[in-house]
């Protein structure tokens, strides 16, 4: 999650409950005990207060926080660490991607998997992430920014790149892969979902082929570190497809609105931004 510094000098998070149930959600499923939700909020508040000189200016970037949950003791056997710490660290960040706001252009992995069903790729924890590092490398190795997964079973439906939700735009139907228990439920992922749809957009979340990206419009990916980042090409199976973007896209539209209301340009009317003080 991420604080951000207004133009008044105030320092707010967002949607920190969300953060928050999120990771009890995980916790549960991985057999650890988790804070409560005020425990929780009431830790990142006294990071980001802790830290106040190192949240950038508004507009040059943001405090990237780090809520962690570990299991430790002295245990060799395969079961629940029998003592965990809960602990909340940061950093000020700018963009994730070297490329900034360029558009993104990503790899189609049928090869490697990050997820399958009955697993834990909903839970975002060390085994969410580890098993994308080769493709990852692979990939950039090859020049492209990222990695696009599919599904482990049928390896024909689109699932999320390596550490964001993926998004395709055709017409006035903006489409994401359903969180079925392979995928990780962002929070940013959850708001552009109801920003899109204030706007006007039919969103569905749905099995989305790989097939469907040859006829979208645009294509973007969503999440705390990248925010909303245009897709400028995608490459599967060495035929390359391009998409739509800059300044008049949709994606820049809903990128817009979503760090205005981070950053308190736009009315908060949801009630997701919280005043640290």
Aim: glycine share 10%; net charge positive.
């Amino acid at each position: 999650m991420k604080a951000y510094r207004k133009e008044d000098g105030q320092l707010v998070l967002f949607r920190p409950d969300q953060n928050a149930i999120r990771l009890q959600t995980g916790a549960e499923r991985m057999c650890m005990p988790s804070p409560s939700i005020d425990q929780f909020i009431d830790a990142v508040k006294q990071t980001a207060l802790a830290n106040k000189r190192w949240v950038p200016p508004p507009g040059k970037g943001s405090l990237y926080i780090r809520p962690l949950l570990v299991g430790s003791g002295p245990i060799l056997g395969l079961a629940p660490a029998p003592e965990y710490t809960f602990l909340v660290f940061a950093s000020p960040v700018g963009n994730y991607f070297k490329e900034g706001l360029a558009p993104l252009n990503l790899y189609v992995e049928d090869e490697f998997h990050r997820a399958t069903p009955g697993g834990a790729g909903g839970v975002k924890a060390i085994s969410n992430y580890a098993p994308v590092l080769k493709a990852i490398s692979r990939a950039k190795n090859r020049g492209f920014s990222d990695v696009l997964y599919l599904d482990s079973v049928n390896k024909k439906n689109l699932e999320e790149v390596s550490s964001c939700n993926i998004f395709i735009l055709k017409g006035n139907i903006i489409s994401t892969p359903a969180t079925s228990g392979t995928i990780l439920a962002g929070i940013t992922r959850k708001s552009i979902i109801e920003i899109a749809s204030d706007c006007g957009f039919q969103v569905e979340e749905r099995a989305i082929p790989v097939d469907e990206l040859l006829e979208a419009d645009e294509v973007f990916c969503t999440g705390t570190a990248v925010v909303v980042a245009p897709v400028g090409s995608i490459t599967y199976r060495g035929k390359r497809i391009e998409f739509k973007t800059g300044a008049q896209s949709v994606s820049r539209e809903l990128y817009s609105t979503l760090v205005g209301i981070q950053t308190g340009l736009i009315k908060d009317n949801k009630g997701w931004t919280v005043e640290i003080n």
